[in-house]
Nanobody
Framework: QVQLVESGGGLVQPGGSLRLSCAAS????MGWFRQAPGKEREFVAA????????FYAESVKGRFTISRDNAKNTLYLQMNSLKPEDTAVYYC????????????????????WGQGTQVTVSS
């Protein structure tokens, strides 16, 4: 398995924006998950290469956008209107196979993970 490498995390003020990147290739389904201090890791967004379908957690819908640049073998997460509750370590995840809609939010469906990048939203 090729290791996934995230980048783009950092400190941003509430209302600000960040873009996360994940370098990877050859995966049909890719996603972002996050883990806040003292909480379990949770689904954020996912993207399927075939058809370009996207999926979002309700908490980020309308603020975050997941996209993929196949030429650059890179997955992105554009995060706008950031809130303090978005503070977490963000993980890139990938699966070689197509994950069906009903399972796409399940961590166990992804078999390759990055090391995570810290996002802190604070004034």
């Amino acid at each position: 398995q090729v290791q996934l490498v995230e980048s783009g995390g950092g400190l941003v003020q509430p209302g600000g924006s960040l873009r996360l990147s994940c370098a990877a290739s050859g995966y049909e389904t890719m996603g972002w998950f996050r883990q806040a201090p003292g909480k379990e890791r949770e689904f954020v967004a996912a993207h399927r290469r075939s058809g370009g379908s996207t999926f979002y957690a309700e908490s980020v819908k309308g603020r975050f956008t997941i996209s993929r640049d196949n030429a650059k073998n890179t997955l992105y997460l554009q995060m706008n209107s950031l809130k303090p509750e978005d503070t977490a370590v963000y993980y890139c995840a990938a699966a070689v196979n197509r994950i069906i809609n009903s399972a796409i939010r399940m961590q166990r469906m992804y078999n390759n993970w990055g090391q995570g990048t810290q996002v802190t939203v604070s004034s």
